[in-house]
């Protein structure tokens, strides 16, 4: 059974820096393309970032320099670093994977999701 399982969200000043983690188990890891989206208050939910099973990043317009996501693949376990957070950064943030590569903008290329962690950017 895979399990994603998001961690790190909190309440952090406007300008600070969150690290969000996301634990996987049950796959194989190192062969699964990660994703984080999220999703503020009354909108849909949007693309954050990728990082493939080779390690290819790619990142929405609106974190790009901001935010940085990497991954360990000895601990199963995908990052997302945030800085300079602002208020539009609140949102619930969601892991997300798929074996292989594939369109990472597109919500349903990703098989399994995890729960979800609240970041709130106070001003």
């Known amino acids: 059974q895979v399990q994603l399982v998001e961690s790190g969200g909190g309440l952090v000043q406007a300008g600070g820096s969150l690290r969000l983690s996301c634990a996987a188990s049950?796959?194989?890891?190192?062969?699964?393309?990660m994703g984080w989206f999220r999703q503020a208050p009354g909108k849909e939910r949007k693309f954050v970032a990728y990082?493939?099973?080779?390690?290819?990043?790619y990142y929405a317009d609106s974190v790009k320099g901001r935010f940085t996501i990497s991954r360990d693949n000895a601990k199963n376990t995908v990052y997302l670093q945030m800085n300079s957070l602002n208020s539009e950064d609140t949102a619930v943030y969601y892991c997300?994977?798929?074996?292989?590569?594939?369109?990472?903008?597109?919500?349903?290329?990703?098989?399994?999701w995890g729960q979800g962690t609240q970041v709130t950017v106070s001003s």
């Open positions: 990082i493939s099973w080779s390690g290819s990043t």
């Open positions: 049950g796959l194989t890891f190192s062969s699964y393309s």
């Open positions: 997300a994977s798929s074996p292989g590569s594939f369109d990472y903008r597109l919500e349903y290329k990703y098989r399994y």
